[in-house]
């Protein structure tokens, strides 16, 4: 079923917008009207979701933890599609599966350079140029994991948290200046980065008794707060948390 036209002649920037979540956000957001300009690392990958997209999509490879890329992105995103009206801080990485007193410290930092480090830098970078316009929204994608600690992953737990943080702080500074920023906050997904706990089949119970609706939530689920949240129907929603867990966080 095709999203109503809501967000027609809207520009959309999707961090990590070729396969999960991303994907997903970058469809609805282009169902809903917006052209989208989608990132990721890997160069094959992603143009295989830009061609999936469709021509309303634009793709750059790109890594968000570095400066140099995100003022690049900047300047491309406004050069194929112009200024730049939403931001999706979607991009995020979980590799690893450890007892907290066995991180590595090179774990922990690559985990809070993409996760907390690339938002903040993203965030900051195109809502600079918002605040010159007076007008924008920037969703960022977090977790369950930043109001519920999740075994044997305190790097991503504590980026996540960062992460609601630095949107309330946001909040204070620019809602006044016209940037609304706020957060969507999934539960367990099917996505690939899922997946090692999804085939596992104690993890999957683990997961589902911990969720009220007992199942896995779905990409476009996901997608269908980030397309409200960019649209002016969300006009007086700013430094707010959307949860979309299937009830994770009633528990």
Not at 190 to 210: H, I, P, W, Y
Not at 236 to 243: D, K
Request: proline share 2%; charged share 20%; with cysteine.
């Amino acid at each position: 079923m095709s999203s109503p036209a809501i967000l027609n002649g809207k520009n959309a920037v999707v961090t990590g917008g070729s396969s999960g979540i991303g994907l997903a956000i970058a469809h609805s957001l282009i169902e809903a009207g917006a052209k989208v300009m989608i990132t990721g690392r890997n160069e094959e990958r992603l143009n295989e979701a830009v061609a999936e997209l469709g021509d309303s999509a634009f793709g750059l490879a790109m890594d968000v933890s570095k400066e140099a890329d995100v003022e690049a992105l900047l300047q491309t995103a406004q050069a194929q599609l112009g200024p730049i009206e939403v931001l999706v801080n979607n991009a995020g990485i979980s590799p690893w599966f450890t007892r907290s007193e066995k991180v590595k410290h090179s774990e922990w930092q690559a985990i809070i350079d993409v996760n907390l480090t690339g938002v903040f830098l993203c965030t900051r970078i195109f809502g600079s140029e918002m605040l010159e316009r007076g007008k924008g929204s920037i969703i960022n994608i977090t977790s369950v994991g930043a109001h519920a600690g999740l075994s044997r992953q305190v790097a991503y737990c504590a980026a996540k948290a960062g992460v609601e943080g630095m949107t309330r702080s946001l909040t204070k500074d620019w809602a006044a200046r016209g940037v609304r920023i706020n957060n969507v906050a999934p539960g367990y997904v099917r996505t690939k980065m899922t997946a090692g706990f999804v085939d596992n089949e104690s993890m999957r119970a683990d997961l589902l008794q911990s969720t009220p609706m007992d199942r896995l939530g779905e990409g476009a689920e996901i997608a269908g707060a980030v397309v409200y949240l960019a649209s002016d129907a969300a006009s007086y929603v700013c430094g707010a948390t959307i949860a979309v867990d299937g009830g994770w966080v009633a528990t």
